[in-house]
Nanobody
Framework: QVQLVESGGGSVQVGGSLRLSCAASGFPFSMSDLNWYRQTPGKERELVASINRAGISTNIPDSVKGRFIISRDNAMNTLYLQMNDLKPEDTAAYYC?????????????WGQGTQVTVSS
């Protein structure tokens, strides 16, 4: 059974930091590319960070570049998102996502999300 369980969300003031975690099980974690997305009501999910299987290559969009850091621990099957200098516009539900290529098939897995609220 595939599981992605996010944790670490909460309420924080502007300029604060949070570290999100995503514990994975039930699929080949170390062979999967991983992403963090966020979503606010009425809007599409927005990609905020990506990391490749080895954890060597990352992609951070300009909207959060310099503030968000993605990392992974393949031994612990865990994905992280360090969020610094948080702003009110970072308020959203944050989701971890895993992409696993099995042969010619692409499998995508999602967590249930964790809420981050940034207040001034």
């Amino acid at each position: 059974q595939v599981q992605l369980v996010e944790s670490g969300g909460g309420s924080v003031q502007v300029g604060g930091s949070l570290r999100l975690s995503c514990a994975a099980s039930g699929f080949p974690f170390s062979m999967s590319d991983l992403n963090w997305y966020r979503q606010t009501p009425g809007k599409e999910r927005e990609l905020v960070a990506s990391i490749n299987r080895a954890g060597i290559s990352t992609n951070i969009p300009d909207s959060v570049k310099g503030r968000f850091i993605i990392s992974r621990d393949n031994a612990m099957n865990t994905l992280y998102l360090q969020m610094n200098d948080l702003k009110p516009e970072d308020t959203a539900a944050y989701y971890c996502n895993a992409i696993y290529w099995r042969g010619i098939s692409t499998l995508a897995y999602w967590g249930q999300g964790t809420q981050v609220t940034v207040s001034s």
